[in-house]
């Protein structure tokens, strides 16, 4: 199993046969990867070798736990190995890894905008059968305006007080590889009704060369996907798993559904898009 950030700096191999793999919706999870859900397979580290470790860029999210990032594309990248195995990003995968997901976790920790529609189990925390302490919640705002959110470190916040443009689940291996997930989830706004509140010094990007627009916005201390301000056609885009409450609004399509992950099944009644939505 071959994987890659989003830029190619970083890139790793799985030798050996995945554990299990889950979805999940801690809050942890969706501020790290500003998606709905991450999605991990777990491997025996015996088998993993990972290239451009000085790109790596580590994070403490909690104590003694460490989320690994790109420092040039912010992508997410599997971190210390935990009791003999190593936790890797199922959207990093350059192709199928072999293994379908098992369950979702952390579903007490949802987000409000996302329903989960497959029948996979679900399980407010760990599964049973893991044991292993559970970090507390980050705590949920009740204000439904202006649309704000945060980076999980905190040192990035933003608000958005226009009406949403659009919003949309995006499948595209670009979008898939820099947030490390099986797909983004986006919301647009206009950019005179967007603003940083605190840290914008504090963002990085990163452009993909041979793209005329996408570009990854990220937070440079935990690497937090944050919104990106395209003026030259007037929009924000902000990444879903970034906002701190429920925007009150939900996505409305998929799209670039032609390169959805193979590992990674669409079981909503959202309208599909082979590539971009008309109009």
């Not at 191999?13 to 919706?25: F, L, Q, R, V, Y």
């Not at 949403?164 to 099986?182: D, E, F, N």
């Not at 996408?214 to 990444?239: L, N």
Request: glycine content about 10%; some cysteine; charged content about 20%.
């Amino acid at each position: 199993m071959h994987a890659t950030c989003l830029c190619g700096d970083v890139t790793w191999e799985i030798d050996g046969p995945a554990e299990w793999m889950s979805h999940c919706h801690c809050s942890i999870c969706r501020k790290t990867h500003g998606v709905a859900f991450a999605t991990y397979v777990a491997a025996p580290a015996a088998g993993f070798w990972l290239d451009g470790r000085e790109r790596v860029v580590r994070f403490e999210s909690s104590p003694g736990f460490f989320r690994c990032f790109c420092g040039r594309c912010g992508a997410v990248v599997p971190g210390d190995a935990v009791d003999g195995l190593v936790f890797a990003p199922a959207g990093n995968f350059d192709g199928d890894p072999g293994v379908r997901a098992l369950a979702h976790i952390f579903v007490a920790s949802k987000a409000p905008w996302y329903e989960i529609t497959d029948a996979l189990p679900r399980f407010d925390a760990y599964p049973p059968g893991i044991d292993a302490p559970v970090v507390p919640d980050r705590p949920r705002s009740a204000v439904a305006a202006p649309i704000h959110g945060s980076c999980h470190c905190g040192a990035v916040a933003f608000e958005a007080t226009s009406e949403p443009l659009m919003c949309r689940h995006c499948h595209c291996t670009r979008c898939r590889k820099g947030r490390s997930a099986a797909h983004a989830s986006n919301l647009a706004v206009p950019v005179g009704g967007f603003r940083f509140t605190r840290g914008e010094d504090r963002l990085a990007s990163y452009k993909v060369p041979e793209a005329q627009f996408f570009t990854q916005a990220f937070c440079r201390t935990c690497g937090s996907p944050m919104p990106r301000v395209d003026t030259d056609r007037g929009f924000a885009v902000i990444p879903m798993g970034a906002l701190d409450g429920d925007p009150g609004v939900r996505p409305r399509s998929h799209i670039f559904v032609a390169s959805k992950a193979p590992w990674f099944e669409i079981t909503d009644a959202l309208p599909q898009f082979a590539e971009r939505q008309p109009g």
